[in-house]
């Protein structure tokens, strides 16, 4: 079997080259996501809340280094959602875009007026991702979702530690029996 070839210049075409994504998401998760499809070439539009997204916050000896992984590859805009100005801007951008990427409670773009069924009005091939802890329907539906929750509730960081229970992060300094 012949292997393709494949363009590694600086000129080559990105895999999702054209293809421009909205995102909406907050935090690692719906963030992470949109960083690999920018990774691979697509124009995406990061919307921020006035306030910029909550990871802008998150530093580690006074450095953005969540920000600056996740959101390599994209321009942001700030917007107030909650705003009929914004909102207009927003859907001013639907139309071009192939994808929308959301991770806000279940319910909250709605409250917002801003429906699947009027965004697909604008563009009927829209994909909207809607990135949530606990999905969008059944018990736990409006319940914020994080790692260390999923953890807890698992039973899996019952099993993380050592045989002490006693917690050890992996930077600190171990003696080590020689």
Known sequence: MALK???YTPEARSPLEGVRVLDLSRLVAGNTLTQVLADFGADVIKIEPPTGDTLRAWRT????????IYSRNKKSLALDLR???SSKLLL???PSAAMLIESFRPGTLERWNLTF??????SPKLNLVRVSGFGQTGPYADRPGYDLIAQAMSGVMSITGTSD????CACEPTSLLI
């Not at 069924?117 to 604008?122: D, G, H, T, V, W």
């Not at 229970?165 to 050890?168: A, K, Q």
Request: net charge neutral.
């Open 61 to 68: 000896k006074d450095v953005q280094a969540n920000w600056k």
């Open 5 to 7: 070839h494949r363009d």
């Open 117 to 122: 069924e009027r965004l697909q009005s604008l």
């Open 92 to 94: 001013e951008l639907v």
């Open 165 to 168: 229970g006693t917690m050890r």
């Open 83 to 85: 705003s009929p100005e």
